[in-house]
């Protein structure tokens, strides 16, 4: 192939809330943003057009009235805002019979480990809507990554700036000064231009969606606040890949029920018809207490340890000591994964305008964010269940491998047919 075929799985790990059912018994957690609050409103009025809009506008109104600080106001994927404020005002609102929920808001972080062969395994070189041959022909597709930014100007990349949106600091465009946003961009969407990587999807638009800081941290909201921003653009971006998580459960009631305001955003934005990609997470352990990865709604991936982009367990392990052909030693495993993809020692485009290699489920799901783009450029306006099933089935079943702790690993391990 005239070009290196690299995807990088990076590991990123949201600290994201365990849901609250009222602000007054949340119990205190390490992750919590002292004095931070995320306040869901009832939808008190139609959810289209001015009336929920007002409803909104004179929630955070009220809020500044108090003394509350608001830094995101919430109007597609949720309706509410986030803010600083004491105890105090935080009680008093979870009392307001127009509010839904009051929650603390958490810390998130990005933990990346660490080339290249995740394409390969993926057989999306061989896919036609890919058409990976070295000349620049792009697949007609939006991507949101909802991660630390992208860099603006790799030349490797097609980055929609316009399409952007910077949640940790709205003042600044959605720069990648942390690496791991871009390295996802890459392994979803790297220009098939004859040089560098080449992505899962090649020349998607890829709209940099940041919601952690240039450390890999940030907060619950600040992912709520990216999760509005395509939901609001749901009739652009068919995908948006979320490598990221932290503890949690899927109450089975899209968070309705222990009032999770990621799962309910979520939830809305799947409604709306975007496919969500997201990493299981990195600590060997069941996702089904990692969320989003515990999510229905989305398409949960875990971490294959591939060497050669082939099959047959006989490639040399290179930038850690996995075995080819196993099961990630880091990778959570479960009922909620629905696919499993390469994420070890995968080369993809970096934040200083290079390449860079990285392990983790955070560079699993992009791959499936790349082949839920090359799908729906085929099939338009294919709901969300539908992509999930057309990539599971798709899939092989070809193999399985017990995990450390003697599970058996089974998930449908990613694999692209020439056409869907």
């Given at each position: 192939?005239?070009k ?45 057009g ?23 106001v ?28 009051v ?19 993926a ?96 907060s ?11 939901t ?20 089975g ?6 009032d999770?305001a ?8 799947v ?5 969500y ?15 989003p990865?515990?999510?229905?709604e ?5 971490a294959?340890?591939?060497f050669?982009?082939k ?9 850690r000591?996995?075995v080819?052909d ?24 970096s ?9 983790g489920?955070?560079?699993?799901a992009?791959?499936?964010a ?8 085929g ?13 599971r ?9 017990p ?18």
């Amino acid at each position: 192939m005239p070009k290196t075929f690299g995807i990088a799985l990076l590991a990123l790990v949201l600290a994201a809330a365990s849901p609250t059912p009222a602000v007054a018994e949340a119990p205190a957690q390490s992750d919590q943003i002292p004095g931070a609050y995320i306040v869901t409103l009832e939808d008190t009025a139609t959810t289209e057009g001015a009336g929920m809009d007002a409803v909104v506008d004179e929630a955070v109104a009220e809020a500044y009235t108090m003394g509350a600080q608001v830094q995101h106001v919430y109007r597609y994927a949720l309706h509410g805002y986030s803010a600083s404020m004491s105890a105090s005002v935080a009680a008093a609102l979870a009392d307001d019979p127009g509010v839904r929920s009051v929650q603390p808001d958490r810390r998130v972080h990005a933990t990346a480990q660490s080339i290249p062969t995740g394409v390969d395994r993926a057989e999306a070189d061989q896919n036609l809507t890919a058409a990976i041959d070295g000349v620049d022909t792009r697949v007609d597709a939006d991507v949101a990554v909802i991660d630390t930014g992208i860099t603006p100007n790799h030349a490797d990349l097609n980055v929609y700036q316009a399409g952007g949106k910077n949640c940790w600091l709205p003042m600044l465009n959605p720069s990648d000064l942390h690496g791991h946003g871009t390295h996802v961009a890459g392994t979803i969407g790297a220009l098939d231009n004859g040089t560098g990587v080449v992505g899962m999807a090649p020349g998607v638009r890829l709209w940099p969606v940041q919601v952690l800081d240039p450390l890999g941290t940030g907060s619950t909201s600040a992912v709520i606040c990216g999760i509005d921003h395509v939901t609001q653009h749901a009739d652009e971006i068919e995908v948006a890949n979320m490598s990221l998580g932290g503890s949690g459960t899927d109450d089975g009631d899209c968070g309705k029920s222990n009032d999770d305001a990621m799962h309910q955003a979520i939830c809305s934005s799947v409604a709306a018809g975007v496919t969500y990609t997201v990493a299981a997470g990195n600590d060997h352990k069941d996702a089904a207490n990692m969320i989003p990865a515990a999510y229905d709604e989305v398409i949960t991936v875990s971490a294959l340890a591939d060497f050669d982009g082939k099959p047959g367990g006989l490639g040399k392990a290179t930038c850690r000591s996995d075995v080819d052909d196993t099961f990630a030693n880091f990778s959570n495993y479960g009922s909620d994964i629905d696919l499993i993809a390469p994420g070890v020692c995968i080369t993809s485009t970096s934040s200083s305008g290079g390449y860079t290699t990285m392990s983790g489920t955070s560079m699993a799901a992009p791959h499936v964010a790349g082949a839920a783009a090359l799908y729906l450029a085929g099939h338009a306006g294919a709901k969300p269940d539908t992509v999930k099933k057309a990539l599971r089935d798709a899939g092989s079943s070809n193999w399985t491998w017990p995990s450390q702790d003697g599970d058996v690993i089974n998930e449908p391990l990613l694999m692209l047919p020439s056409s869907f």
